[in-house]
C-alpha cells in the first residue's frame, strides 16, 4: 500500500506542477489512471467519513492545512495513511491522546514534504521502460514485484524524524506517548516496507 500511496503523490503532484504536457504518453496515461484510483478511494472514505473532532483540532493546531483529513471506521487503510492532499486515519485514533495523534498525522505528512515521491517515481518509470511495460496497472504491479526495501525503510525514518521536528516545534512531543503507540498499535517486526518498531524508537533517541 505504501508504495501505491507514493506513486499515487508523484503523478498527481506532477499535474498540479503544470508538467502534463511535459510527459511521455504512456507516463501521462499511467497518471490518469492513478488519480482515477486516488479519486475513487477518497470517495470511499469519505462516505465512512466519521466525526474526530479531536484529530481535527491536532491538525489544526499542527497547521496541516493543504490537507483534508478523513477518519473512518476501522480503517482498511491502517491507522494512518496519505494520498495526495488527502491523510486517512482509523477513527479509533480520536480517542487517543493529542501527542499520539499528533504523531500518527505528522508522520504521514512527513512522507509528502520529504519529496518521497520524487525517489519513487524514479524507480517505477525505470523498471516499466526496462521491462517495455505501457500498461498503467502492470506499471504499478512492478512496485510489489520489486520491493525496495532500503530505501522504503529510510523513507520511513525520514518521517519519523520529520514527525518529530514538527511535534518538537509545537509542544506536542511526548517520548513516553510515543514509545506506548509503537508498543501497542505500531507494533511490528522488520517488513519490506517498515523498519522494525523498536528500530524506529531508537533512531527516534526514545527507549524501545
Given at each position: 500500500m505504501r508504495y501505491f500511496l507514493t506513486f499515487v503523490l508523484a503523478f498527481v503532484s506532477l499535474f498540479s506542477a503544470h508538467a502534463e504536457d511535459q510527459l511521455p504518453s504512456r507516463h501521462q496515461h499511467l497518471a490518469t489512471h492513478i488519480a482515477d484510483a486516488t479519486s475513487s478511494?477518497?470517495?470511499?472514505?469519505?462516505?465512512?467519513?466519521l466525526p474526530a473532532p479531536r484529530v481535527a483540532a491536532v491538525a489544526e493546531r499542527l497547521?496541516?492545512?493543504?490537507?483534508?483529513?478523513i477518519a473512518v471506521a476501522d480503517s482498511p487503510w491502517g491507522l494512518g495513511a496519505y494520498y495526495p492532499g488527502v491523510i486517512i486515519v482509523d477513527s479509533h485514533l480520536n480517542d487517543e491522546t493529542a501527542e499520539v495523534?499528533?504523531?500518527v498525522l505528522a508522520h504521514?505528512?512527513?512522507?509528502h514534504i520529504a519529496?518521497?515521491?520524487?525517489?519513487?517515481?524514479?524507480?517505477?518509470?525505470?523498471?516499466?521502460?526496462?521491462k517495455g511495460i505501457?500498461?498503467?496497472?502492470?506499471?504499478?504491479?512492478l512496485l510489489g514485484e520489486h520491493p525496495a526495501q532500503a530505501q522504503s525503510h529510510k523513507h520511513e525514518?525520514?518521517?519519523d524524524a520529520i514527525a518529530k521536528q514538527l511535534l518538537v516545534y509545537n509542544n506536542l512531543w511526548s517520548p513516553s506517548e510515543t514509545q506506548r503507540l509503537f508498543k501497542t498499535a505500531l507494533k511490528r517486526h522488520e517488513t519490506l516496507s517498515h523498519p522494525a518498531?523498536?528500530?524506529?524508537?531508537?533512531?527516534?533517541?526514545v527507549q524501545p
Amino acid at each position: 500500500m505504501r508504495y501505491f500511496l507514493t506513486f499515487v503523490l508523484a503523478f498527481v503532484s506532477l499535474f498540479s506542477a503544470h508538467a502534463e504536457d511535459q510527459l511521455p504518453s504512456r507516463h501521462q496515461h499511467l497518471a490518469t489512471h492513478i488519480a482515477d484510483a486516488t479519486s475513487s478511494l477518497t470517495k470511499e472514505a469519505l462516505s465512512r467519513a466519521l466525526p474526530a473532532p479531536r484529530v481535527a483540532a491536532v491538525a489544526e493546531r499542527l497547521r496541516l492545512l493543504d490537507v483534508k483529513i478523513i477518519a473512518v471506521a476501522d480503517s482498511p487503510w491502517g491507522l494512518g495513511a496519505y494520498y495526495p492532499g488527502v491523510i486517512i486515519v482509523d477513527s479509533h485514533l480520536n480517542d487517543e491522546t493529542a501527542e499520539v495523534i499528533a504523531f500518527v498525522l505528522a508522520h504521514e505528512y512527513g512522507h509528502h514534504i520529504a519529496g518521497h515521491w520524487k525517489v519513487e517515481m524514479g524507480r517505477a518509470l525505470a523498471l516499466s521502460q526496462d521491462k517495455g511495460i505501457e500498461d498503467p496497472a502492470q506499471m504499478l504491479e512492478l512496485l510489489g514485484e520489486h520491493p525496495a526495501q532500503a530505501q522504503s525503510h529510510k523513507h520511513e525514518f525520514e518521517a519519523d524524524a520529520i514527525a518529530k521536528q514538527l511535534l518538537v516545534y509545537n509542544n506536542l512531543w511526548s517520548p513516553s506517548e510515543t514509545q506506548r503507540l509503537f508498543k501497542t498499535a505500531l507494533k511490528r517486526h522488520e517488513t519490506l516496507s517498515h523498519p522494525a518498531s523498536d528500530a524506529r524508537l531508537e533512531a527516534l533517541h526514545v527507549q524501545p
